[in-house]
């Protein structure tokens, strides 16, 4: 029999040790939440838990970032809520706004790991109770998500219906031949924000983060951040349904998250629209899920230097 590496290596901790199970004061402190909606999704998917796929891809990372030349695992707390169950259930947003209401508060950001979009619509509408108002909304999207009716593409319109200024919602991404005049129109009359994918890719990507936080979370409001993750390229989101040629790079993505989390006006933000039966056998869309979950927290510690 060959000899097969130990892959444990106390002097290589992966980012998995970085979930826990309450607060630390030592620590910046960030919530975790599974909300793994799929019931309503326009394209059929699997019930498979996208949020545990996530945390268990956590293991194949570090928690070294050498960008910010510091240890995660020595500055950050990532507390684990766990999955909430029945996620398109009819008291699912009861239910997500008591976990949101428990929380301690030394937390400074919610990461929302979905589901399909359903779960920004449920995520935001239980966070910003009784009134959405007083909130603004930035996307990562290659879709406007105005559609009529109730289902994943759908979020954004059933938010302005709820009372979300369209005034403070900006959508980046946007992508040709993958939404339609007459919901582009809807989102011009409701003074929606958008920043296509080819205007995003003329500008610098922190000046596109800097004008959307601007505008979103005008007047001292509250922002809540929606990552698409089919808003990406095929080739990097393969567990994405609705993804397509030309999106996004895995690294566009990952600066993205890192940028805006940085703000301190960003109180959530989700991860959204992977079916994990659809990826790729190396599992790249959950890695890169899990990657830019830890993009958030080298965002959240970023505010602290």
């Known amino acids: 029999m060959g000899y097969v590496a130990d892959a444990r290596d106390p002097n290589w901790p992966s980012a998995r040790s970085l979930l826990a199970t309450s607060t630390n004061a030592d620590r910046v402190n960030v919530a975790l939440v599974g909300l793994a909606t799929f019931a309503t999704s326009v394209t059929p998917r699997s019930a498979t838990s996208t949020p545990e796929a996530i945390r268990r891809s956590l293991e194949r990372f570090s928690t070294w970032s050498y960008s910010d030349l510091v240890d995660l695992g020595e500055v950050v707390a990532l507390v684990d ?69 109730i289902s994943n593409g759908s979020p954004v319109r059933q938010l302005l219906e709820a009372g979300l200024p369209g005034a403070n919602v900006v959508q980046v991404g946007l992508a040709d031949f993958s939404n339609s005049a007459f919901y582009a129109k809807r989102a011009r009359d409701a003074g929606i924000t958008v920043i296509s994918r080819d205007e995003m890719r003329s500008q610098s990507l922190d000046d596109v983060v800097d004008r959307a936080l601007d505008i979103a979370g005008a007047d001292g409001r509250k922002v809540y951040v929606d990552i698409d993750m089919d808003a990406g390229d095929r ?61 958030a927290l080298a965002g959240v510690w970023r505010r602290q230097v």
């Open 81 to 149: 809520y766990g999955d909430i169950l029945e996620p398109d259930g009819e008291t699912v947003q009861e239910r997500l706004r008591a976990v949101f209401d428990s929380l301690d508060m030394s937390v400074v950001l919610r990461v929302v790991l979905g589901g399909d979009n359903a779960a920004t619509w449920h995520a935001l509408s239980a966070l910003s109770a009784p009134d959405v108002s007083r909130w603004g909304l930035v996307t990562l999207d290659a879709h406007l998500d105005l559609r009529d009716g």
């Open 235 to 295: 080739s990097v989101v393969p567990g994405c349904p609705a993804s397509a040629p030309g999106g996004l790079s895995a690294d566009e993505m990952r600066r993205f998250v890192r940028r805006v989390t940085s703000d301190a006006r960003v109180a959530a933000l989700d991860l959204t629209e992977i079916d994990v039966e659809r990826d790729s056998e190396d599992q790249r869309t959950v890695r890169l899920a899990a990657l830019l979950v830890l993009e």
